[in-house]
């Protein structure tokens, strides 16, 4: 039992992910679902939701720092990914402009969101967030 208990613990450790339960709100309204904190020049993140919610567009928003978004993918529940090829440069307190999610698929559940991102050279590593939000 010692064992296992030391495995998870040393285990959560290592990961890059930030799993976060889906949130309660009404649809049309943005909900913020998770944050990831810049940590090298050139990098990528896993933003993990747990639950059920279904978000039909999300956006992203730079925190405390700029920052420059290379990529994302969106990994949906049933497996398939949508390559969204983005570029964004986001100045600290903007939001990148909103980006519809595919429709026609048999779920719209996000099980996880792969951000590829870039620190600005001239900002301290581990000062630049991004929150990623999304509208049910």
């Known amino acids: 039992m010692f064992f296992l208990l030391v495995a998870f613990v040393l285990g959560s450790g290592v990961s890059a992910q930030e799993v976060v339960a889906s949130k309660s709100g009404a649809p049309g309204t943005w909900q913020e679902l998770g944050t990831i904190t810049v940590k090298s020049e050139l990098n990528h993140d896993d933003v993990v939701l747990a639950g059920f919610a279904e978000y039909r567009s999300i956006k992203l928003k730079a925190v405390d720092a700029p920052v420059k978004i290379v990529n994302m993918n969106v990994i949906w529940f049933d497996g398939k990914v949508d390559r969204l090829n983005v570029k964004f440069d986001l100045p600290a307190g903007t939001e990148s402009r909103v980006i519809d999610l595919k429709g ?19 900002v301290a590593i581990g000062v ?5 939000l999304g509208m049910k």
């Open 128 to 132: 630049a967030k991004v929150t990623l």
């Open 104 to 122: 026609g698929r048999t779920t719209k559940k996000i099980r996880r969101v792969t951000i590829w991102y870039q620190n600005d050279s001239t």
